[in-house]
């Protein structure tokens, strides 16, 4: 089963053939505009391409193209995980998406101007990544974590999600449902904590809820860094 980055890869091709091709025998504006269409078209498809891989990456791969035979559900909550979509990740996806996607589709230019390509579609890609994210500092809970720093997509997350998701991270300094208690996130740019947030903070009953607020609605910014702090027993409070 050939997965979607083929079939994106065929249908560039014969477009730009067709195109080129017609080009060639037509004459006046009709010849200008055909030769707009043949750059504006792939950069186009370009954009939309690099939106669905920083959003939705999962849906480029066939089912053959998974490592180690997981399942498909395994695999789609495996790379739709906020916090595995850092800037790291990003450079590299998108740098072989360029490479390997975009450039061969691109008339024939000397290395050093397709390298400058590459690198400017990269910059371009995590400045907007950057821009639309959160990170959060680990380091607060134990300096010594493997994993120091998570990035979220801001507008994809919700409060719940990445408060879970932190705690995965961090479960073996913390308890569950500890939030306010034991640990806390601050804003670094502010030192303004976030409190009121999160499952328990929305209880029926004792049952914690789930806070589906977005992370804007709580007051975090794009581009936002956010600190995991520890709370002491007895210590002073943020």
Not at 21 to 26: P, R, W
Not at 196 to 225: A, F, H, K
């Amino acid at each position: 089963m050939l997965n979607p980055l083929w079939i994106i890869s065929l249908f560039l091709g014969l477009a730009e053939v067709t195109v080129g091709v017609a080009a060639t025998q037509a004459q006046g504006w009709i010849q200008g505009m055909l030769a707009i269409f043949s750059v504006a078209f792939p950069s186009a498809v370009a954009v939309a391409f690099f939106r669905i891989l920083l959003t939705r990456p999962f849906v480029l791969y066939a089912p053959r193209d998974y490592p180690n035979s997981p399942s498909i559900e395994a695999y789609v909550t495996a790379v739709s995980t906020a916090a595995g979509r850092n800037v790291e990740n990003v450079e590299a996806a998108v740098r072989l998406a360029v490479e390997e996607v975009v450039v061969p589709r691109l008339p024939t230019a000397d290395a050093d101007r397709t390298q400058d390509l590459v690198e400017d579609a990269v910059r371009a890609a995590v400045g907007d990544f950057q821009r639309r994210s959160v990170q959060v500092d680990l380091s607060g809970i134990d300096p010594s974590m493997q994993v120091a720093v998570l990035t979220f997509p801001l507008d994809e997350v919700t409060v719940s999600h990445l408060l879970d998701t932190v705690y995965l991270t961090i479960s073996d300094h913390v308890d569950a449902y500890a939030y306010e208690r034991q640990w806390i996130l601050v804003d670094a740019a502010t030192g303004r904590p976030f409190r009121g947030i999160g499952s328990t903070s929305i209880s029926s009953g004792g049952i914690p809820g789930e806070d589906s607020r977005n992370l804007r609605q709580i007051g975090v910014r794009p581009g936002s860094r956010l600190l995991a702090k520890r709370l002491l027993p007895g210590g002073p409070q943020l």
